[in-house]
């Protein structure tokens, strides 16, 4: 957003995306961009970080603005015009959380991010895929076995089998404005009719997806929580994994081999494990993510120790949306508290192919936050929702 009034933090500690060491100064915005840092002259509103410390807008990169509930039917038909109201609020409760960008990987379209653009919603930058492609019967598949009832397509997923229709779906994507392409690789917890671990897709449709998405200078993201799962989406040219909870350390290293990230979903889990059952979550689901609950945090660690890029994303639906800001706990939990940090910023910065986002030097985007102490001395300042924050995006305050 241009035409931002210039705003400048002074007296703070910041951590630029990347480097454990904290530099002292001052941030200047202007124009919706970060223009200086240091000791510099202050211009506009002036806000006393007080010695806090200062972090890059956070970014989550595996975000749901539609969904409304916790899958199946009810979420895929819900009206659009619901579902887009109900998107616009989860988006703003992601933004005063300190999420200045999200990638919606099953979702959004061009109505929403326009919408966006032009000012009508507070919401964070917004990254989307379009509908997530399934094979009939896979993780996007909303119909339970018993249910006799056709489905082509919804406002999260999409049923489309054989190469020729995912090609033309991947290119309506594009025309459409989809950042990136996201496919379901492997069964899943919320699917009903799905082993969560077996492959989905031919090899055949997969490089399909990818040979559309790498022509378009994109990329194709793939639901995964297997080994093989994993293993046939990345030989087939998939970059970012989704979620991954049972990776093993092979795979792990296939992966670094061809530089796929890793998009952890660690919060979902925990989530779901806590709340689902009495917000009516399918009791098959329910024993779906029992299996894939504690893996989540061992994955984390070897795609870790085999040199993986590892992002960070919430795939939270429904009404657990609030528990957002536990993803972080649960990440730090698993990777210390640089690597989370570098996870929420300049790594999903990279994997979203975005450089003027995730981190703090003069001309990227004017996007902080002002958190409520030292992360790296006092860790629950990225978590806890009762400590205060001040989120600034596109150079502007959130109020």
């Not at 109505?111 to 492609?133: D, E, F, K, N, Q």
């Not at 350390?249 to 009495?278: C, H, I, K, N, W």
């Not at 009516?280 to 085999?306: H, I």
């Not at 957002?324 to 640089?338: H, K, W």
């Amino acid at each position: 957003m241009t035409n931002a009034p210039s705003l400048t933090i002074q007296n703070a500690r910041i951590f630029d995306g990347h480097s454990p060491e904290l530099a002292r100064g001052s941030i200047v915005f202007r124009d919706g961009l970060i223009q200086e840092i240091g000791d510099v002259i202050p211009e506009g509103e002036v806000i006393d970080a007080g010695g806090r410390v200062v972090v890059p807008g956070l970014i989550d990169a595996h975000f749901h603005a539609y969904a409304v509930g916790l899958g199946g039917l009810e979420v895929e038909r819900s009206l659009l015009s619901y579902a887009a109201l109900v998107g616009a609020r989860r988006l703003g409760a992601a933004v005063r959380r300190g999420f200045t960008t999200v990638r919606d990987v099953a979702g959004g379209d061009r109505g929403l991010a326009r919408a966006i653009h032009s000012g009508l919603v507070t919401a964070p930058r917004y990254y989307y895929t379009g509908p997530a492609l399934s094979q009939t019967g896979g993780h996007g598949d909303p119909r339970s076995a018993d249910l006799d009832v056709c489905f082509d397509h919804g406002h999260m997923c999409a049923v489309v089998d054989g190469v020729d229709n995912l090609r033309k779906a991947v290119r309506e994507r594009f025309r459409t404005g989809s950042h990136a392409i996201k496919i379901m690789a492997s069964g899943g917890v919320v699917s009903l009719t799905d082993p969560i671990r077996l492959p989905q897709y031919s090899a055949e449709e997969v490089r399909a997806v990818v040979d559309e998405a790498t022509r378009r200078k994109s990329y194709v993201a793939a639901h995964a929580y297997s080994p093989e799962a994993i293993r046939h989406a990345v030989e087939n040219g998939v970059r970012s994994i989704e979620h991954g909870n049972l990776l093993d350390r092979d795979t792990a290293q296939l992966m670094a081999e061809r530089g796929s990230f890793l998009v952890p979903t660690l919060a979902a889990y925990d989530a779901m494990s806590r709340r689902g059952a009495d917000l009516g979550l399918n009791p098959v689901s329910q024993a779906k993510n029992a299996e894939v609950l504690e893996a989540g945090k061992v994955a984390v660690e070897l795609a870790l120790q085999a040199g993986v890029k590892v992002g960070f994303g919430s795939d939270l639906m429904g009404d657990l949306e609030d528990d957002q800001l536990v993803g972080i706990r649960l990440q730090i939990e698993a990777a210390g508290v640089l690597e989370t940090l570098r996870s929420l910023t300049s790594v999903n910065a990279e994997l979203l192919q975005d450089p003027s986002i995730g981190g703090i030097s003069s001309g990227m985007a004017g996007d902080a936050v002002i958190l409520d102490g030292d992360p790296f001395a006092d860790p629950e300042v990225l978590w806890d929702q009762n400590r205060p924050r001040t989120v600034i995006h596109d150079g502007r305050i959130i109020r």
